[in-house]
């Protein structure tokens, strides 16, 4: 790995629970009486059409556990207007796959490859349970940066830090290399966590494991907002816990 990454503020990766399958990302499983609450929520307003759908060309379901991230709107940046736009596999994994394919951002995310790789890594989310969503970054209208939210409590990452119910993290990649190195990263990261604390009521935290290496990247989600909490051993990097509280978020 280069000791300085060139993809500045913005490879924010997963680790290996993320990337290696079904198996590592969704293995804890939500019991039928959970599952049948959830059901019982109902989508969101603006999302009926979507929720549960299974009819869909990707498979994608609107999310309960991450309460619709599909429906929670655009947000006013300095940048432009910004919004987060749920993947659909057959419109968008041309363009992300060739992102995955940048040597900067392959060094963090590990799916360099033909479009299966990346294919794969997105099905594994869109055909799981909702805990975690893989969203295109639009920013006045254009595709630029590709995000995944997920349920921090109801994942493996849970089992190296003091989780709590319903943090949310996030994975971040800037696609555009004009877009890296300039703070592109630091400003959205400000607004997807605020989406998600807008959005998430009961959500108190929002967190990322950056690896630690990726000085960049650290010091985007500090000046974020966010605070480093501890370094933390995870299978394959050893990361920055990275917490945005909802308590400090209009303080830091």
């Not at 890594?121 to 975690?132: E, K």
């Not at 994942?155 to 989780?163: F, G, I, N, S």
């Not at 966010?226 to 509280?245: N, T």
Request: with cysteine; hydrophobic share 40%; aromatic share 4%.
């Amino acid at each position: 790995m280069p000791p300085i990454d060139a993809s500045g503020d913005t490879a924010a990766g997963p680790g290996p629970h993320l990337v290696k399958g079904a198996e590592d990302t969704l293995d804890l499983r939500l019991t039928d009486d959970v599952v049948a609450l959830i059901a019982e929520r109902g989508p969101v307003a603006g999302e009926a059409a979507e929720a549960g759908d299974t009819s869909r060309p990707d498979g994608a379901r609107a999310s309960a556990l991450l309460d619709s991230p599909a429906g929670w709107g655009a947000a006013g940046t300095s940048l432009g207007v910004f919004q987060l736009v749920p993947v659909r596999l057959e419109r968008d994994l041309t363009l992300i796959s060739r992102w995955m394919n940048d040597p900067a951002v392959a060094a963090f995310w590990e799916l360099a490859g033909p479009e299966a790789v990346t294919a794969g890594h997105l099905r594994t989310q869109l055909g799981g349970d909702g805990r975690s969503v893989p969203c295109l970054g639009v920013l006045d209208g254009v595709p630029m940066s590709y995000w995944e939210l997920y349920r921090a409590d109801l994942d493996p990452l849970a089992r190296h830090y003091p989780a709590r119910p319903h943090d949310t993290g996030l994975h971040l990649l800037i696609g555009g290399v004009a877009d890296r190195g300039r703070g592109v990263g630091t400003t959205l990261l400000r607004a997807v966590s605020d989406l998600v604390l807008d959005h998430r009521p009961h959500c108190g935290r929002v967190v990322a494991e950056p690896d630690l290496r990726n000085t960049p990247s650290v010091s985007a989600f500090l000046s974020a907002g966010f605070r480093f909490a501890a370094e933390i051993d995870l299978p394959g990097k050893r990361a920055a816990l990275m917490i945005r509280e909802r308590a400090l978020r209009d303080r830091l």
